[in-house]
């Protein structure tokens, strides 16, 4: 799937855009129905979309519950990603997995999973 994204990423600017987003669409929602979370969170760098590009992508295809519904699960990828980025930061900069825990109201197991997962 990654690989499929990074692929499609390098299409920009070479085909028609349309076809570009069908393309997305469909990396987008097979991301969100069969990866699970911790494969989500890997891939959501690059399958994230700009908002035009969502609702391009949607429209038609998904009723407007359900493409809601895509879309929060797409941002909620992308939260998490950035939340586990910034506590990776953070440990690099010298940061206390205590001390992080106290500044964002994380738990400190979960920051130390954060922070182990690679």
């Known amino acids: 799937m990654k690989i499929t994204a990074e692929l499609t990423n390098q299409l920009i600017g070479q085909i028609d855009s349309s076809k570009l987003i069908e393309i997305k669409a469909i990396k987008f929602v097979l991301a969100c129905e069969i990866l699970n979370d911790k494969e989500k969170e890997r891939i959501a760098p690059v399958i994230t979309m700009k908002a035009i590009e969502k609702e391009e992508i949607f ?4 009723t407007k519950e359900e ?3 895509y879309i ?3 941002e909620k990828i992308g939260e998490k990603v950035k939340e586990e980025e910034i506590v990776k930061n953070l440990i690099k ?8 825990a106290k500044a964002t109201n994380m738990d400190k197991k979960q920051i130390m999973m954060m922070t182990t997962s690679e």
């Open 72 to 74: 929060e699960k797409g």
């Open 93 to 100: 900069l010298g940061q206390t997995p205590e001390f992080i």
């Open 67 to 69: 493409k809601q519904e």
């Open 59 to 62: 429209q038609g295809y998904l």
